[in-house]
């Protein structure tokens, strides 16, 4: 299977898929796709990268990705449960080139803006939830009808972005594979001491050409994504384990002294870990 760019399979001549994922992880490799994606996540947890930004996903969440926005779902292995995620799959000319442009369709323009950086809805996720639930006994015409109601409800709900910047370009496979080795690096070793050395060299590049590569498709350096990936498991450090530190989370999130990760946590997040605790629980 290629990282990037990743194929949706569907059957030929079929406008929209619907997908089912119940597994204990799910697909963690850094990829983009051509079709616009819509999904509830009913169980799971994890960290999801967008384009530029880490966030964080979990049960009830409804997420949309743009075409072409690179992603991916990286399920907390600590989560008991079987992830199980409902997705719809469609282009903006699935229905024919010129549908969505009808004057008709006029209401749900902003959706297709919003989804180039990807987004979170935030309201009428009982009515969302709703309809995801009975896509599955649907037949096509009948998911076709849930996916207008389904856009319709998210362009009139509150949402946020879930990323800032979005790199235009297709990515090679060669590219995909770079930018994925790079995402599961810090990932997984985001807890020890990670130097432009040795990333340059899982990258495959000279320090100064790796530099310029992914600041030009992250619109950030590596050190900064790497920051925010540690940031984010602080997060969830806190979130899970009241008795903890705040010392201990620092170090066990790779920062080398607790002043300078009190300072990094309340430029990401606006607060101190020690008011983030206070505010979770």
């Known amino acids: 299977m290629k990282v990037l760019p990743f194929k949706i399979p569907k059957p030929e001549n079929e406008a929209l898929v619907y997908q089912e994922d119940r597994l204990r992880v799910l697909y963690d490799q850094l990829h983009q796709h051509s079709e616009i994606q819509i999904s509830y996540v009913e169980k799971g947890a994890g960290t999801l990268i967008v384009g530029d930004t880490i966030n964080e996903f979990s049960p009830n969440d409804i997420l949309v990705l743009g075409s072409d926005v690179p992603h991916v779902f990286r399920t907390d292995l600590n989560f008991s449960e079987q992830?199980?995620?409902?997705?719809?799959?469609?282009?903006?000319?699935?229905?024919?080139?010129?549908?969505?442009?009808?004057?008709?369709?006029?209401?749900?323009?902003?959706?297709?803006?919003?989804?180039?950086?990807?987004?979170?809805?935030l309201t009428r996720k009982n009515k969302l939830i709703k309809l995801f639930l009975k896509l599955k006994n649907q037949n096509k015409v009948q998911r076709i009808s849930s996916l207008l109601r389904i856009i319709d409800h998210i362009t009139k709900a509150e949402k946020t972005p879930i990323s800032s910047f979005v790199y235009k370009k297709k990515y090679?496979?060669?590219?995909?594979?770079?930018?994925?080795?790079?995402?599961?690096?810090?990932?997984?070793?985001?807890?020890?001491?990670?130097?432009?050395?040795?990333?340059?060299?899982?990258?495959?590049?000279?320090?100064n050409a790796f530099c310029r590569y992914f600041k030009k498709r992250t619109n950030k350096t590596?050190?900064?994504?790497?920051?925010?990936?540690?940031?984010?498991?602080?997060?969830?450090?806190?979130?899970?384990?009241?008795?903890?530190?705040?010392?201990?989370?620092?170090?066990?999130?790779?920062?080398?002294n607790t002043a300078n990760f009190n300072r990094k946590f309340k430029e990401i997040k606006g607060v101190t870990p020690s008011h983030f605790r206070l505010q979770r629980f």
């Open 172 to 207: 090679t496979d060669d590219e995909g594979k770079r930018m994925n080795d790079v995402f599961n690096y810090a990932m997984e070793n985001y807890m020890e001491p990670i130097t432009l050395e040795k990333i340059s060299e899982v990258a495959n590049m000279s320090k």
């Open 83 to 121: 992830t199980v995620v409902y997705t719809l799959f469609f282009d903006r000319n699935c229905f024919g080139k010129h549908f969505f442009d009808l004057p008709d369709m006029e209401i749900i323009n902003d959706f297709f803006k919003d989804a180039e950086y990807g987004m979170k809805i």
């Open 222 to 256: 590596f050190f900064q994504f790497l920051i925010e990936i540690r940031i984010e498991n602080a997060c969830k450090l806190i979130h899970n384990n009241p008795d903890y530190s705040i010392s201990s989370i620092s170090e066990l999130c790779g920062f080398q």
